[in-house]
């Protein structure tokens, strides 16, 4: 592969590492004792065990053998106008992202590569979720190395860009958070506590102990998402851009343009607020649903001080976080009859239009706290719907439709006239000038994703 360079040794192994743990996980607890137990009903002696050995080494360089070629024809080059990945024996795959189209460089350290010092580096492309290359594995250091290289191709070719700045970088936005917080975090998050309250159910009641598995399965991956994805995060801000690095399995760092959020969530879950920490949550064009784990977090902040959050919402933009909490100004909240369908929250939930900010927030919550806010011109759709329950009440709701992410934006249990003023008012709003497409490109991938895909607690 003339012009390509090769990806480490070890890289065809490390890519299946789980599934080779898992089947070697699986031959060692339900064979083992009955092959052990054959072995002496049978008399079999040590040269037939032997022979058995020799022929499990014979397959093991037959499998290194064929992992040879797979990382033989693997590698990248990094051209002029694009980055170019190549793997497959029997299937060749050749993925190619021109300059122009990249957003955001990433190099990851998932936990088995780790061991042996190798990164990934996840290239970020315009277009939907699936338009990512990755470069898997290298050594760290030239992990570091090649993700240098390809900004500095981005800056050539966008001297403008997002993803370098000339700016001198500034202080940690947010310094690496303590590992208690993080754990504390976790087991204060509705899903934890409702996961550990259901495991004394069996001991409360006739249930056995199997009707625990359902939700532990359920849940056990958003617990995880919460420790893993705050554990020693840090933030900093250089130019425009967010870099974040964080990670318990899987250390990553993460860059973030400015210019691809779209909408941003401020929130404190119900338990957190004896400690006074917050969240912070954007959505980012391109990125998708954090179901994706490929995609990164999408957390600036994943628990913090109500300071810290501050920090960077103000880095945000365009609003601080005194203004995005403000309810006194709002330009539309729930009218007392709302409390019919909404009890608890109808006294928080507002809308506030902000044309010369050019953005639309909205609070809602008493119990947990939610605090959203969105650029008008990235709302691609706008839905006034009115439920059984609103409609004898003259209530409605308008969704914000936006990018897929972690999260949904929507205005409740408004008046209905006010609701249909409030659509009346986006709908005249100014959309950003239309891309330039590639005419030889796959519509498929410049497609967002449908929307309202939602990551919540």
């Not at 590569?113 to 760290?140: D, K, M, Q």
Request: a neutral charge; one cysteine or more.
């Amino acid at each position: 592969m003339e012009g390509y360079r090769q990806v480490h040794r070890l890289s065809p192994v490390l890519r299946v590492w789980a599934f080779l743990l898992a089947l070697a996980t699986l031959a060692v607890f339900n064979f083992t004792m009955p092959i052990y137990h054959w072995l002496q009903r049978e008399g079999v002696g040590v040269v037939q065990v032997g022979w058995a050995v020799a022929g499990f080494a014979a397959a093991l360089l037959v499998l290194f053998a064929l992992s040879r070629m797979w990382w033989r024809s693997s590698g990248f080059r990094i051209g002029e106008e694009e980055i170019e990945t190549r793997r497959g024996v029997l299937t060749k795959q050749v993925r190619s992202a021109r300059y122009d189209r990249i957003q955001a460089v990433d190099v990851i350290e998932p936990f088995a590569p780790r061991l042996f010092g190798l990164a990934a580096v996840r290239i970020e492309v315009a277009g939907n979720t699936n338009a990512s290359l990755e470069i898997t594995y290298l050594p760290r250091a030239e992990a570091d190395e090649v993700r240098e290289e390809i900004l500095r191709k981005i800056a050539e070719e966008r001297p403008q860009g997002p993803l370098l700045d000339d700016a001198p970088p500034a202080g940690p936005l947010v310094p690496p958070i303590p590992i208690n917080r993080s754990l504390a975090a976790t087991t204060f998050q509705m899903s934890t506590v409702f996961t550990l309250l259901w495991a004394f159910v069996p001991l409360w009641t006739d249930l056995s102990a199997a009707a625990i598995i359902p939700v532990v399965v359920g849940f056990f991956p958003r617990i995880w998402r919460t420790i893993d994805q705050s554990w020693r995060f840090s933030c900093t801000k250089d130019g425009d851009v967010f870099h974040l690095t964080y990670g318990l399995a899987n250390r990553r760092r993460q860059a973030v343009p400015r210019g691809r959020i779209h909408a941003l969530q401020v929130r404190q879950p119900m338990f957190w607020r004896m400690f006074g920490w917050w969240t912070v949550s954007v959505t980012v064009a391109g990125y998708g649903s954090e179901r994706n784990r490929a995609t990164g977090t999408s957390k600036l902040l994943p628990v913090g001080t109500w300071e810290q959050a501050q920090a960077v919402v103000r880095a945000v933009g365009p609003l601080s976080l005194e203004e995005l909490t403000d309810l006194e100004h709002a330009t539309y909240r729930s009218p007392r009859r709302a409390r019919w369908v909404s009890p608890i929250d109808w006294s928080r939930q507002t809308v506030t239009v902000r044309k010369d900010a050019g953005v639309v927030h909205s609070t809602v919550g008493r119990v947990g706290r939610w605090y959203q806010m969105v650029e008008i011109p990235h709302i691609q759709e706008l839905s006034y719907t009115t439920g059984p329950t609103q409609r004898p009440l003259d209530l409605a709701t308008v969704d914000l439709d936006i990018v897929p992410g972690a999260f949904k934006v929507s205005c409740r249990d408004l008046d209905a006239g006010q609701a249909r003023e409030l659509v009346d008012t986006l709908r005249a709003r100014e959309l950003p000038p239309l891309q330039p497409v590639d005419p030889l490109s796959d519509p498929a991938d410049e497609a967002e994703l449908a929307p309202r895909l939602v990551d919540g607690d």
